[in-house]
């Protein structure tokens, strides 16, 4: 699990790092670009991150018995589809950012993707001295370009009910630390069977529940270090929050169980660019900007999920696969008394 976490935490790495090569130039362009850019740039990564962060919530639509208790530690490997790679970019929509082959729109690349061959633009700054200057800038590439497909997260869980029907669950990954870059993760849910409700809800075949879940994700990747620009406490901030609604059906056997749900995300992500930078044109212009900019993506989506628990004595194991913007696959493993 811990291997898990780090790996994740070394792709937020990258992630960042690559948005931040060259923020010179691009807060020269002007805030407004730069923050524009940034937008469609990180918007697929906040999307994957809120989807990985969503998985394994539940294993079951069955609820254990009263007082009844189960610790489990759940990976997920989210997987990263092809039109979540790039972007439209249009330079209509920027101020002082055009192509240098003067073309008026590209397909570029997301923090997900890989510019394949380097995509150049010209940006164009009011100098106080020479006036109007322009300067070449390469656009960031992606994590693609480490070969890298997947968005993998992992937490630990745990359960509790108070009552016949009802699981309280909390899930939760302490802030673990690598490098520059830190990753903490809590969440909070209820499920409720229902079918534990009805008279005859012994005889029946199935089992039917709802959960109802919230998870929070940190990140946060220091490069004051790295030198991109001069300035102080440099650093990008993601926060996301969502909520996930699900209708779970199952199977109630002995020992092995499958089951599937519908559900819905909401949620928002934030990332902030902060700290000091003394942006430069590398001659005689310099302006410092404090805390350029924040970027928030809107995340909501129906998702569907496949899976199976297999149950012996007090050990359990469970694998399922979700449908979604960025499908998923899930395992976990139980401990219940």
């Not at 693609?144 to 937490?155: A, C, D, H, R």
């Amino acid at each position: 699990m811990r291997q898990l976490i780090l790996v994740s935490i070394t792709l937020l790495s990258i992630t960042f790092a690559k948005a931040q090569e060259n923020v010179n130039d691009l807060l020269a362009a002007g805030i407004a670009d730069a923050q524009r850019f940034t937008q469609d740039y990180m918007a697929p990564a906040s999307e994957g991150l809120a989807y990985g962060i969503n998985n394994g919530w539940f294993n079951n639509a069955k609820a254990p018995k009263r007082f009844g208790f189960e610790l489990s530690v759940i990976g997920n490997i989210g997987f990263i589809k092809d039109e979540k790679t790039a972007f439209q970019m249009n330079v209509a929509d920027y101020e002082n950012i055009r192509f240098e082959d003067g073309s008026s729109s590209k397909m570029v690349a997301t923090v997900l993707g890989h510019n394949d061959p380097e995509v150049r633009v010209i940006i164009t700054y009011d100098d106080p001295i020479f006036g109007n200057q322009e300067t070449e800038l390469i656009l960031p590439t992606g994590i693609g370009s480490e070969n890298v497909n997947i968005l993998p997260t992992g937490f630990l869980q745990a359960s509790f009910s108070p009552f016949n029907g009802t699981q309280i669950k909390g899930r939760f990954f302490p802030e673990v630390e690598t490098e520059d870059a830190k990753v903490s993760l809590y969440g909070i849910g209820l499920q409720q069977e229902f079918t534990s409700w009805l008279p005859a809800e012994k005889v029946l075949p199935v089992a039917v529940s709802g959960l109802v879940a919230y998870t929070h994700l940190n990140a946060n990747y220091d490069f004051t270090d790295a030198e991109y620009v001069d300035g102080d406490n440099q650093q990008v901030e993601t926060n996301v929050n969502t909520l996930l609604f699900e209708l779970i059906v199952g199977t109630k056997l002995k020992i092995i169980n499958f089951y599937g749900g519908l559900g819905y995300i909401t949620g928002k992500s934030t990332t902030d660019l902060l700290g000091s930078y003394r942006v430069t044109d590398g001659f005689l212009f310099s302006e410092e900007i404090n805390d350029p900019f924040s970027v928030e993506h809107d995340i909501s989506g129906i998702r569907g999920t496949l899976g199976a628990h297999l149950k012996l004595g007090f050990f359990g194991l469970n694998a399922d696969y979700t449908f979604a913007e960025f499908d998923s696959a899930t395992i976990g493993i139980n401990f219940s008394i």
